[in-house]
């Protein structure tokens, strides 16, 4: 192979500008002190770098928002260690006005003390952070967590905490809402009235709040009703309305010596009555006749969603009040019976054991086809009577129109051409091939084409269901003043079904327990109120202001322990602080040392090889200077 000189020129130069390039990089890289200085160098090293960085970074800022939660947390400790400070002087306070040594002075000497703590307290509930964000006013931070209104402080925070991310996936809430640390007193036990005969419960007392609160525990709101019954024959001053007491499920109640509250006859001139539940005092001035209602009373259905009862109505009302004072809230049953293959219902009362009122059976659905079942009794006529032969067919739950019968028919034949031609004007049975045939010991039989299909009676009239034997999913019952419609769309996959039927009166009146919870600067409000009250030589006044003393105190206690349980879980979560900085910590150790490995230059390393790329390169320029002047022209001189 031919070199040439210029050739011999070109590499050696090439060489050695190669070799200025890496000595020129090397330097770079100890002047810096990385690994590499440009991406192109590393990509790899360089995107875990940029990773690695990332990381730092978030831990940084975890690190700051422990820092900022700790300080926060620590001042609401410290709060909370000055409320419970000033919660405990003015329980004692409280204690002290007891003494029934001291005078109407006294106890006014403490209620002015006992305001400025109420001042000191709630300066300490409106307490702000560094930020001038109020820690109790839970995630409103920038609005005041209570505001003196009408005398009485009010809770304008939420319930919510402002939680704060500490650790990759941890979060502690770096406030404590009010509605959880303060506003958890129960007030004193009180009854709302409402309804359209809330005018008609003139007074009320509740004599044992205990007894009272029992009986709301197990039977829910009370409830007042007044409706008409068919008057009495015997008593020229009956008007038929009555009145009844019931709980939330419409029971009636038992007054206090025994007597059941339901349906108890009363007259204009003795409608003023005084009854007597457990812990309840009630005095009712009930509704003159010319003034009780007319409406008529209904029904509250509920239970099964897939329901069975379709339609009701009241066509008697005394007559359907009487039945369902007589009988109490009704039951709707439906269950498949396993003997008959086809769902059976029954109405029952609420005895118990329950009493069955009335009772029926829905056919077995056809799939296919259906049959009645029954072999009709020839001649059917229905020429000559008042009401022609309807029913209908359903497939799949759609119906037909209804099929008529206005002539009388002698055997089978006839009756199947007839069914046949009315087949054949309708657009579902035609499209569906619907046909009809009959046989002596079944009965009519309709088919088909589509063999999965379901194929049902639908409405039959009482002509086509005494003629022909036809019966439906659908019944119309009438009993105690009132028309229920009960249909069962099959077929079905459920076993059994369950419906309620409650009654609801024309006139009501629902008492319901309130206690709406308060927080201690009312509570010690209201006290400290109590104190200015004179009650030397005032028996009635001293029993209240008693009274009074032992709800505060337990306010006080309750309002005690929940501080306490606040400041627990404060200290709880400093303490989960301390654990996540020190998590924190050690993964930035670890993670500063995985950057340091892929970023940082090893200078010893670097060093000997800048000792040999220099050495490379004095070696490139010594070759060069020899060969340089050599040439064939030299050689041939």
């Known amino acids: ?93 409280i204690l002290q006005s007891a003494n029934s040594t001291l005078t109407d002075v006294d106890r006014r000497s403490i209620s002015f003390e006992i305001a400025e703590i109420v001042k000191e307290m709630a300066g300490l509930m409106n307490t702000r952070d560094s930020k001038g964000e109020y820690l109790f006013s839970g995630s409103k931070g920038t609005d005041e967590a209570y505001t003196l209104e009408s005398g009485r402080y009010q809770f304008k925070g939420d319930s919510y905490n402002r939680e704060i991310q500490i650790a990759s996936g941890v979060y502690v809430a770096s406030t404590d809402s009010g509605a959880r640390v303060f506003e958890s007193l129960a007030t004193d036990t009180a009854i709302s009235v409402t309804g359209s005969l809330r005018t008609s419960i003139v007074d009320y007392k509740i004599t044992n709040p205990d007894l009272y609160k029992r009986l709301v525990q197990s039977e829910g709101d009370i409830q007042l009703q007044v409706f008409r019954v068919t008057p009495d024959a015997t008593d020229p001053l009956s008007t038929g309305l009555v009145y009844s007491i019931v709980d939330s499920a419409g029971a009636p109640l038992t007054d206090s010596v025994g007597n059941v509250l339901a349906g108890i006859p009363y007259t204009d001139t003795e409608r003023e009555v005084d009854v007597e539940l457990p812990g309840l005092a009630l005095t009712l001035s009930l509704p003159l006749d010319a003034d009780a209602s007319t409406s008529d009373a209904s029904l ?170 036809i019966t439906s999913n659908k019944f119309d019952l009438s009993i105690g003043g009132m028309e229920v419609d009960l249909r069962l769309e099959l077929p079905t996959t459920q076993q059994s079904y369950q419906e309620q039927l409650r009654y609801v009166a024309p006139e009501t009146a629902e008492l319901q327990l309130e206690q709406p919870p308060t927080n201690p600067l009312n509570a010690l409000l209201t006290i400290s109120e109590a104190l200015r009250v004179p009650m030397e030589g005032d028996t009635e006044a001293r029993e209240a202001f008693d009274a009074a003393v032992a709800l505060v105190l337990d306010q006080t206690l309750v309002a005690q322990s929940r501080v306490s349980e606040s400041s627990a879980s404060v200290g709880s979560r400093l303490n989960g602080l301390d654990s996540a900085q020190a998590s924190n910590t050690d993964f930035k150790l670890m993670t500063e040392g995985t950057l340091s490995a892929v970023e940082d230059l090893d200078y010893a390393a670097a060093s000997t090889e800048l000792a040999k790329r220099q050495l490379a390169l004095q070696a490139a320029y010594s070759s060069f200077a020899k060969i340089q002047g050599l040439s064939l022209f030299n050689y041939l001189n």
């Open 300 to 469: 509250l259905i509920t239970g099964d969603p897939k329901s069975v009862l379709s339609n009701f109505s009241v066509n008697d009302s005394a007559l359907f009040s009487e039945f369902m004072l007589a009988n109490g809230n009704l039951g709707i049953n439906t269950s498949y019976d396993e003997l008959t293959g086809s769902y059976v219902w029954e109405m029952v009362n609420s005895e118990s054991p329950a009493s069955v009122l009335a009772s029926g059976s829905y056919p077995q659905p056809g799939i296919g086809e259906i049959t009645t079942g029954t072999p009709v009794v020839f001649p059917a006529r229905f020429a000559a009577l008042a009401e022609s032969g309807v029913f209908s067919l359903s497939i799949n739950g759609v119906e037909s129109s209804p099929i008529s019968l206005s002539a009388d028919y002698y055997d089978g034949p006839s009756l199947v051409v007839a069914l046949q031609s009315a087949i054949a004007l309708d657009p579902l049975l035609s499209s569906a091939g619907v046909t009809a045939s009959y046989d002596a010991v079944t009965g009519l039989r309709f088919t088909l084409v589509d063999k999965s299909a379901e194929l049902n009676f639908a409405l039959p009239n009482a002509q086509a269901s005494s003629q022909l034997g």
């Open 1 to 93: 192979m031919r070199i040439s000189t210029a050739q011999l020129y070109t590499q050696a130069s090439a060489s050695m500008l190669e070799g200025q390039t890496k000595l020129a990089q090397t330097q770079a890289r100890l002047a810096s002190g990385k690994n590499f200085t440009s991406l192109a160098e590393d990509p790899v090293g360089a995107n875990q770098v940029v990773s690695l960085k990332r990381e730092l970074s978030q831990i940084e800022m975890f690190q700051n928002n422990i820092d900022a939660t700790r300080r926060r947390l620590e001042l609401t400790d410290t709060t909370l260690g000055q409320y419970q400070n000033s919660l405990d002087r003015a329980r004692t306070l």
